[in-house]
Each structure stands twice: as structure tokens, then as C-alpha cells.
């Protein structure tokens, strides 16, 4: 007899029903609040395709730019709220029946929970820390591209897939002397018809010290991993 074959069914069910019931609360951490889902992707739980229709899939297609997300997010919790209720009574049927009510408030918590602590969706266009997070990816994506050398100059101009995360569509790249990873990227946010913009800024070398179009930054903020905004609202979120 093999392991398999003596492991009790009704163990091996219950086992099943615990992992599902985790996978479910996970979706509706990942849908409800842009804290868990950037955890998840940096964990590499959460792929890139799944991080841009939770955050910002609306931005090359037909419907607003925050619409997609929303829609992207509500159907990924209610997955994950399927899930767990499917797989808790399941659980309660085959246990006693006083359990019931025990497992109605452990929903209803997450159900609660899940929806008093959600981040906003997508972009805020007022807070230049939480839309940082919400377009990091890509902005990681425009660094190992700047990198490589497929974007050098001012004014570069990004590929489709990742036009949205300018203003302007295109970016400003400064490759250091003292070496090719030494590179100062400006991504603008914001930018007047004539001169001036702000927005984020790629220097893990230095602080950094970019003239963004016609206007100088002089007080950077510090965000993460070699990330400055500047000329923008920082936020707290």
C-alpha cells in the first residue's frame, strides 16, 4: 500500500480545503489593498500582466484609466471570496453544526477587513509615493531598458507597452561617464506646454541634481531603490 493510498480521503479533502481557503484570502488581500498586491509581485507571486490590470490596464485601452483596474481588482476578490466560501462550507458540512456560526463571522471579518483597508486603484495623479508604487514595474522595466541602452537622450521616446508611464511618453536618459550602470533617468508626470515638468527620478548614485525641462530640482524626495520625485505632492501613502 502506498502513501497515498493510506492517507484517509476525508484528510486529504480537509487539507485541500485549508490550502484553498488561503489561496482565496490571499486574492482578496491582492484585490483589496495595493500594499498586499505590491508584496506579491515582489515577491514574484504576482506577475507583471496581472500587476497592470490590477493597477493601471486602463491607460492604452478604451475605458478610463482607473476603470480596467477597478473591474481587474473586483473580479480578483471575488474569486478569492468564492473560493473561501466554497471551500468553509465545505468544512462546516461535515462538522458539527454549531461550527456554522463560527465561520459566518470568519467571512464576514474578511469580508470587512478586505474592504475598510483598501488602497485606491490605479493612479491618483495627487500623491506621488502611492502612484510610485502603483507604476513601479513598468518604471523598473524603463531602468533595465535605459540600461541596455535601448533609451539614451532626452526626450526618448518609450515603446507602446510603456508610453503610460509618462506624461509625455517619452523620458530623459543620462548615461554616466564613470561607468554604462551609472545612469539618471527623469520620468515625467506632469509637463507644461513650454518648459517646466516634474516626476520621478532614477539616481542610485547620487542625489540628484536634473534640470526637468526647463525646471531645476532642488528638493528631491527619496522613495526606494534608487527612486527620487521631484516637483510633485509626496503623500504619505
Known sequence: MTAAQSTPPRISRGWTRIVLVAVGVVLMLIGASQVFAWTAYKLRALPIGLWQVLEHAGFNGVLGENLDAAIGRGLTWTVGFVIV?????????RRAAHRLPVCVVVLGAVFITSWAVPGSVGLTHDSARHDFYTLRPALDDVVERAVQGDLDGPYAELPRTLDFVSVTGSVDVYHEAEGPDAVTIFVPQ???L????????????RRPDVNMRGMACTAPARLDEGWWSCGMRTGSS
Request: aromatic share 12%.
Open 85 to 93: 466560501s466554497v471551500a468553509m462550507l465545505g468544512i462546516v458540512r
Open 190 to 192: 506632469w509637463a507644461r
Open 194 to 205: 513650454v518648459d517646466d515638468a516634474g516626476g520621478y527620478i532614477y539616481s542610485p548614485h
